[in-house]
């Protein structure tokens, strides 16, 4: 038998922003110019809603349970509260009565809401329609017993509602869901906002907007049920749009409280660290004081006091471990664990340890301890930052009380030689170290086995390199002056060239890395060698270089200035016969340099991976900020880091 009803009329709703309309989402997302104390209101929202539904459940859907339900709802709050402006809501009232399309109804609110944050549209738009929805539901809940409720829900449509509710049973079941959704949206809104990590902007303002189109179409349901004309509204597809929403809008409250957990834990790790009074104090910071070392040499566990009242070296690491590095560091680290109250302890930042990166250090006779278990995020974090760890390892030095000898000692490890390094490590000693060798001493030191014993006679040194014809030159021409020099002064300078590949290649390497260890430190002695060292790798790729030294001091650094200055020899010795040697030499070399044709750009090429790096470096020379430029080079050694992929 055909139905006498005509056909409801569905009105499906267009899920997709356009790019106008997410123009004038971003544009009036401004922060609130308003005193409205939202989350208050949204309190007073929430529980009309919460209780509207239980009616809802009572009177048309007949649930059995409601009345417990109710009871155990919680009061708004009342005490201070001052609700919005009445005209305020009458005007988004009027904007959300029985209107279609949604879409435009939702910008104008959007629009007229303009002074307000992207919260606060949101509960001011659900406040409205809450008014009409709580007091349809209270109308109905009482017109039985109320003659009053029973004639305003006359007008209202409350009995149109109650004979159709067999009808609408499903549209009521849907528009009871997306309320509920609704009100999680908007609580997830409320926690990323009082939450200290930025949120985009533009993200929570397209969570509101569809929150507040949501609304639009409820109240054109909830007119479709007291009037039973027009179009019946789909909400099904703004409850899935709505609920994908939330997915977000919990994954983002999940990210950033984690954020804010790992900030808060970095936080006290770096107080913890910098306040410690002890080795202990550091090292229980760092890593789990629960858990215990493995000795390397015995592979027995021992508990972590071990390291107490010692000086400690963190050696820290990932997956890169050079082999060149290893044979070096193997040597000092024999050295250390034999010196009283000297520990080493290697720990690494990489999430789970690896059999194969012991492997790789081939370790099992060091006298060494391993905490062989992950770091906390914290811990890893503070390393990278504080002590500039980024792919190669690097040694920390700790003091019995719990201080930072040195961030990093790995690079003069790699510069002076074992037997040279001093222990106990300290600052004054490093300090030392670098008075009594000098540049020289430091880096040419596997050039020449008498380079120690002449810096300590104070000698003069020349030491020079570049292309054979180069050296040739410097040679014959040092030996010229030399000559003059032992009959006339009775003095000599010590001659050494710099050749052989692997020679020359650890003479830069530890140029390199003897800048980077400076690099660190911030003393007066730092700043002349800082200096010389960035003139010296200036020559690195010329084709002729020299470096006059006088015991540890240097006195000049050049290339072709200094080979033309011998050259010229004739030119200036007669003058030696009243004045001494440096300051003549000095005084020709100094005009030379001033001459444009002998112009040299100063430049330095270290390693980014290997710790701290200035971002900023001014020329020795002439005090300008020096260029900068990233280069990339793969030697295909083995160890090198592996590519990460991208997340």
């Given at each position: 038998?055909?139905?006498?009803?005509?056909?409801?009329?569905?009105?499906?709703?267009n899920?997709?922003?356009?790019?106008?309309?997410?123009?004038?989402?971003?544009?009036h997302?401004?922060?609130?110019?308003?005193?409205?104390?939202?989350e208050s209101?949204?309190?007073?929202?929430e529980?009309?809603?919460?209780r509207?539904?239980?009616?809802?459940?009572?009177?048309?859907l007949?649930?059995?349970?409601?009345?417990?339900?109710?009871?155990?709802?919680?009061?708004?709050?009342?005490?201070?509260?001052?609700?919005?402006l009445?005209?305020?809501i009458k005007?988004?009232?009027?904007?959300?009565?029985?209107?279609?399309?949604?879409?435009?109804?939702?910008?104008?609110?959007?629009?007229?809401?303009s002074s307000?944050?992207?919260?606060?549209?949101?509960?001011l738009?659900?406040?409205?329609?809450?008014?009409?929805?709580?007091?349809?539901?209270?109308?109905a809940n009482?017109?039985?017993t109320?003659?009053?409720?029973?004639?305003?829900?006359?007008?209202?449509?409350?009995?149109?509602?109650?004979?159709?509710?067999?009808?609408?049973h499903?549209?009521?079941?849907?528009l009871k869901?997306?309320?509920?959704?609704?009100?999680?949206?908007?609580?997830?809104?409320?926690?990323?906002?009082?939450?200290?990590n930025?949120?985009?902007?533009?993200?929570?303002?397209e969570?509101?907007?569809?929150?507040?189109?949501?609304?639009?179409?409820?109240?054109?349901?909830?007119?479709y049920?007291?009037?039973?004309?027009?179009?019946?509204?789909?909400?099904?597809?703004?409850?899935?749009?709505?609920?994908?929403?939330?997915?977000?809008?919990?994954?983002?409250?999940?990210?950033?409280?984690?954020?804010?957990?790992?900030?808060?834990?970095?936080?006290?790790?770096k107080?913890?660290?910098?306040?410690?009074t002890?080795?202990?104090?550091?090292?229980?910071?760092?890593?789990?004081?629960?858990?215990q070392?493995?000795?390397?040499?015995?592979?027995?566990?021992?508990?972590?006091?071990?390291?107490?009242e010692?000086?400690?070296?963190?050696?820290i690491?990932g997956?890169?471990?050079?082999?060149?590095?290893?044979s070096?560091?193997?040597?000092?680290?024999?050295?250390?664990?034999?010196?009283?109250?000297?520990?080493?302890?290697?720990?690494?930042?990489?999430?789970?340890?690896?059999?194969d990166?012991?492997?790789?250090?081939?370790?099992?006779?060091?006298?060494?301890?391993?905490a062989?278990?992950?770091?906390?995020?914290?811990?890893?974090?503070?390393?990278?930052?504080?002590?500039?760890?980024?792919?190669?390892?690097?040694?920390?030095?700790?003091?019995?009380?719990?201080?930072v000898?040195?961030?990093?000692?790995?690079?003069?490890?790699?510069?002076?030689?074992?037997?040279?390094?001093?222990l106990?490590?300290?600052?004054?000693?490093?300090?030392?170290?670098?008075?009594?060798?000098?540049?020289i001493?430091?880096?040419?030191?596997?050039?020449?086995?008498?380079?120690?014993?002449?810096i300590?006679?104070?000698?003069y040194?020349?030491?020079?390199?570049?292309?054979?014809?180069?050296?040739?030159?410097?040679?014959?021409?040092?030996?010229?002056?030399?000559?003059?020099?032992?009959?006339?002064?009775?003095?000599?300078?010590e001659?050494?060239?710099?050749?052989?590949?692997?020679?020359?290649?650890?003479?830069?390497?530890?140029?390199?890395?003897?800048?980077i260890?400076?690099?660190?430190?911030?003393?007066?002695?730092?700043?002349?060698?800082?200096?010389?060292?960035?003139k010296l790798?200036?020559?690195?790729?010329?084709?002729?270089?020299a470096?006059?030294?006088?015991?540890?001091?240097?006195?000049?650094?050049g290339?072709e200035?200094?080979?033309?200055v011998?050259?010229?020899?004739?030119?200036?010795?007669?003058?030696?016969?009243?004045?001494?040697?440096?300051?003549?030499?000095?005084?020709?070399?100094?005009?030379?340099?001033?001459?444009?044709?002998?112009h040299?750009?100063?430049?330095?090429n270290?390693?980014?991976?290997?710790?701290?790096?200035?971002?900023?470096?001014?020329?020795?020379?002439?005090?300008?900020?020096m260029?900068?430029?990233?280069?990339?080079?793969?030697?295909?050694?083995?160890?090198?880091?592996?590519?990460?992929?991208?997340s």
């Amino acid at each position: 038998m055909a139905s006498n009803e005509a056909p409801v009329s569905i009105d499906q709703p267009n899920l997709t922003l356009s790019g106008e309309i997410l123009t004038c989402i971003n544009t009036h997302s401004a922060s609130s110019g308003q005193k409205l104390n939202v989350e208050s209101l949204f309190s007073v929202v929430e529980n009309i809603l919460d209780r509207a539904t239980k009616i809802v459940d009572k009177v048309f859907l007949k649930s059995a349970d409601t009345q417990e339900t109710m009871e155990n709802l919680v009061e708004s709050p009342t005490k201070g509260f001052v609700p919005p402006l009445c005209a305020l809501i009458k005007d988004i009232s009027s904007e959300l009565k029985c209107k279609a399309p949604t879409k435009e109804t939702a910008v104008s609110i959007f629009k007229k809401l303009s002074s307000y944050s992207t919260d606060e549209k949101a509960v001011l738009t659900l406040a409205t329609f809450a008014l009409d929805y709580g007091e349809l539901c209270l109308l109905a809940n009482i017109q039985s017993t109320d003659q009053l409720a029973k004639s305003m829900g006359t007008l209202r449509g409350v009995p149109n509602l109650l004979e159709n509710v067999e009808k609408h049973h499903e549209v009521v079941d849907d528009l009871k869901k997306v309320i509920k959704t609704m009100l999680n949206v908007i609580q997830c809104i409320f926690k990323l906002r009082n939450l200290p990590n930025n949120v985009k902007k533009d993200f929570l303002a397209e969570a509101v907007y569809w929150a507040i189109e949501t609304i639009v179409a409820s109240t054109n349901q909830l007119c479709y049920l007291i009037s039973n004309e027009g179009k019946k509204q789909e909400l099904q597809p703004y409850d899935r749009k709505l609920k994908d929403i939330l997915t977000e809008l919990k994954n983002e409250i999940t990210t950033c409280t984690q954020k804010t957990q790992e900030k808060e834990d970095y936080r006290r790790l770096k107080i913890g660290v910098e306040d410690a009074t002890d080795i202990m104090g550091v090292v229980n910071i760092l890593i789990d004081p629960k858990q215990q070392l493995n000795h390397a040499s015995t592979n027995n566990m021992v508990d972590i006091d071990v390291l107490k009242e010692n000086y400690v070296f963190l050696f820290i690491s990932g997956q890169v471990i050079y082999k060149d590095d290893i044979s070096i560091l193997k040597k000092y680290f024999d050295k250390i664990v034999e010196k009283d109250q000297h520990k080493i302890l290697w720990i690494s930042v990489e999430e789970q340890w690896t059999e194969d990166m012991e492997r790789k250090f081939e370790i099992s006779s060091s006298k060494i301890y391993i905490a062989r278990y992950s770091l906390t995020k914290a811990s890893r974090k503070f390393i990278e930052k504080e002590w500039h760890f980024r792919v190669e390892p690097l040694i920390v030095v700790l003091s019995p009380q719990g201080k930072v000898v040195c961030k990093n000692a790995i690079h003069l490890m790699k510069v002076c030689e074992v037997d040279s390094f001093p222990l106990p490590f300290t600052i004054a000693a490093e300090e030392t170290l670098l008075k009594e060798r000098g540049l020289i001493g430091l880096v040419a030191s596997h050039v020449h086995q008498d380079i120690k014993t002449w810096i300590k006679e104070n000698k003069y040194i020349f030491l020079y390199g570049g292309q054979n014809e180069s050296i040739e030159q410097f040679t014959e021409s040092a030996n010229v002056i030399n000559a003059h020099l032992k009959n006339q002064k009775g003095i000599s300078i010590e001659l050494v060239s710099v050749q052989g590949d692997n020679v020359l290649k650890r003479f830069w390497r530890k140029i390199k890395n003897l800048f980077i260890s400076r690099t660190h430190r911030e003393t007066r002695t730092d700043s002349m060698m800082l200096k010389n060292i960035q003139k010296l790798s200036s020559y690195e790729e010329k084709k002729e270089w020299a470096v006059l030294t006088k015991g540890s001091s240097v006195k000049m650094i050049g290339g072709e200035t200094i080979l033309e200055v011998m050259k010229k020899f004739p030119e200036w010795k007669n003058r030696l016969d009243k004045e001494d040697f440096e300051s003549v030499f000095s005084e020709w070399h100094t005009k030379l340099e001033r001459d444009d044709r002998y112009h040299i750009c100063y430049h330095i090429n270290v390693p980014y991976n290997s710790g701290k790096i200035s971002e900023i470096m001014n020329c020795s020379s002439c005090g300008s900020i020096m260029e900068t430029y990233i280069g990339f080079k793969c030697c295909h050694v083995d160890g090198a880091a592996k590519p990460k992929a991208l997340s």
